[in-house]
């Protein structure tokens, strides 16, 4: 097709845009000799200036992951225990019942939890009909002695007649006899006084020996029969602890050895090993280790408690219980180098005391290990170490293990 010349009146329109089409041209043209001019100097002056600059150049440094202190696992001489479950119970309980019987409850003068002193009256039976026993066995002494008194005069007599003849030898055997018949009554008359002043005696129920009232039955106007318990007494109040352990701990426990017990209140209190158990219980395969308790106001017979014995003592590589992390059901420890990396290590861990955990394998003694920040961080993370805070003025230092 022909182009079409634009009319008179629109020409100069077309001659503005032309002249603005070839000053954009320009500007572009201009624009890309600048680029060739600057591409040209870069391969010159500015190549020449970075290699120049390249030798001093540095990689930029690592940022620290967290600002941390270090402990140093340390070799400490620590006490070897054995650790075991049992229960608290009486040294001895002594069972007190009536030795009367038919007898009425007059008084009752001890009751539970109270201290009781070898012979102290816990309770008192009416003494009545003991009384009347009493009074009725006095009177067949008397009864007894005078017959004896007639068979002895008898007796005497027939042994001055025996050689006159006025008496036959049957006559004077019966005055005889008679004689010891009479002491034998009198000495019936006596044992049956002394048997109710016995029995008067025993109407006064007593403690068997030092100790603690641990139950009682007794109660005021009761009649009791011989042999129902009527209180029963933890012998001097000595309580003991009954720890149960396995057949492969028991050779390791010897009497003498010192025990500490936890309470359930959380107190403790001191033991010592009395006696090993002879026999071993064929449904647990456990035994028996009886441990004398030092007396406590806390300890009470029929508690269940922890108990700790201590077999020896031994070293052990310790780290603080703040280095110690949790990682995959692990338990791990950061050591660092002197540039500050860290690096993971499992362990495997053992006693503890107080806040120090001995570490049986995978850190050794003199190792550097994250005490504090620990938690926040991985394996191959870089920190910055600082030393530790002192305490404050007033704070006491940390206890030297």
């Known amino acids: 097709m022909s182009s079409i010349e634009p009319s008179a009146r629109h020409r100069p329109f077309w001659r503005r845009a032309s ?48 600002t941390v202190t270090l402990a140093q696992a340390t070799a400490i001489d620590w006490p070897v225990t ?12 002594a069972v007190i019942g009536a030795e009367v019987q038919g007898l009425r409850i007059a008084e009752v003068r001890a009751s539970v939890g109270d201290r009781v002193r070898k012979g102290q009256v816990l309770a008192t039976f009416a003494p009545e009909t003991i009384q009347v026993e009493r009074a009725q066995s006095a009177a067949a002494i008397a009864e007894a002695e005078a017959q004896l008194a007639q068979a002895a005069a008898d007796a005497a007599r027939a042994r001055t007649l025996a050689d006159s003849g006025a008496l036959s030898a049957q006559q004077i055997n019966q005055f005889l006899t008679a004689e010891k ?48 318990e009527l209180f029963r007494l933890i012998r001097q109040g000595r309580l003991e602890w009954r720890a149960e352990v396995t057949a492969a701990e028991l050779a390791r426990i010897a009497p003498g050895q010192r025990v500490r017990v936890s309470l359930p209140d959380g107190s403790e209190v001191a033991g ?109 993370d870089t920190v910055r170490i600082v030393a530790p805070t002192p305490p404050a003025a007033g704070q006491p230092a940390a206890e030297k293990k």
């Not at 591409?39 to 001093?56: I, V, W």
């Not at 054995?82 to 309980?93: D, K, R, T």
């Not at 995959?328 to 955990?357: H, L, N």
């Open 181 to 228: 018949t009479a002491q034998a009554r009198l000495a019936a008359a006596r044992a049956q006084a002394q048997a109710a002043e016995l029995r008067l005696a025993q109407t006064r129920l007593v403690a068997p020996d030092d100790g603690v009232i641990s139950a009682r039955a007794a109660t005021v106007g009761a009649v009791v029969s011989p042999g129902v």
């Open 82 to 93: 054995l650790a075991a479950n049992g229960n608290i119970a009486a040294w001895q309980e």
């Open 272 to 380: 010592k090993v009395r006696m090993l158990a002879p026999t071993v219980d064929p449904q647990t395969r456990n035994a028996l280790v009886y441990v004398d308790l030092e007396r406590s106001p806390n300890a009470r017979a029929g508690l269940f408690a922890r108990g700790v014995f201590e077999l020896g003592r031994a070293s052990a590589v310790t780290v603080p219980q703040s280095a110690i992390v949790l990682r995959d059901g692990f338990s791990c420890v950061f050591r660092a180098d002197p540039a500050g990396r860290v690096t993971q290590v499992k362990v495997e861990t053992g006693r503890r005391v107080g806040d120090r955990v001995e570490i049986v394998s995978g850190v050794k003694a003199g190792d550097s290990v994250v005490a504090t920040g620990a938690a926040f961080l991985a394996d191959g």
């Open 19 to 66: 002249l603005l089409a070839a000053a954009t041209a320009s500007v572009v043209a201009a624009a890309l000799a600048l680029v060739v001019s600057d591409s040209a100097t870069g391969q010159g002056g500015d190549a020449r200036t970075t290699a120049a600059e390249a030798p001093t150049s540095k990689a930029p440094a690592t940022r620290p992951a967290l």
